[in-house]
């Protein structure tokens, strides 16, 4: 298992660093991404998904030290917080930077994600950069829980698709998410 975990990592991180689309097992649900620094590994994502251009995407990240090379300001309290999530947290912040631009929303924001795990964290980790995250769904289609819920139609269009935790059933739905307002306090977008 730990040959084919490994294998799997590899694959991805060469699709990623080629500029390509994977379809992944996230810590949540089954995830298309990209680097979210290639525009145009971005709007291939938008692309396959159907998604309206306006509609942002999450970004994960395998550390929170690494929140601050994507957004310009990072309170404190926000570590606290994804220290102490019982369950996956995605955090939305101001002013985004560093990313590709068609991965921010017009506001100027990003919504972040730390992820940990064996596949997904180690993939990250070794890229050094954020993946983008959205759910392996047409937009307006229920997200896939495993990987047997994507469409065929779907998983032809993509670059390379784990072959790994195919048949993992999460229990976890999508994450929870909070958006940082300019007044220090934080509202929940969705539990």
Request: charged fraction near 30%.
């Amino acid at each position: 298992m730990e040959d084919l975990l490994e294998q799997e990592i590899e694959n991805s991180l060469k699709a990623l660093k080629d500029g390509k689309v994977i379809l992944y097992p996230t810590d949540t649900i089954w995830g298309i991404g990209c680097d979210a620094t290639n525009k145009n590994a971005v709007e291939r994502v938008y692309k396959i998904k159907k998604r309206e251009k306006g509609k942002s995407m999450i970004i994960l990240l395998d550390s929170k030290e690494k929140i601050a090379d994507y957004v310009e300001d990072v309170p404190e309290y926000v570590y606290d917080l994804i220290d102490n999530a019982k369950s996956p947290l995605t955090v939305i912040f101001q002013n985004a930077k560093n990313l590709a631009k068609n991965v921010v929303a017009e506001d100027n924001s990003i919504a972040i994600r730390i992820v940990k795990g064996k596949y997904c964290g180690e993939l990250l980790r070794r890229f050094g950069k954020p993946v983008v995250s959205t759910s392996a769904n047409f937009s307006g289609e229920p997200s896939p829980l495993t990987f047997s819920d994507i469409s065929p139609k779907l998983i032809k269009k993509v670059d390379y698709a784990v072959k790994i935790m195919r048949d993992d059933i999460k229990s976890v739905k999508s994450s929870q998410i909070i958006k940082l307002e300019s007044d220090g306090l934080f509202k929940v977008i969705r539990k």
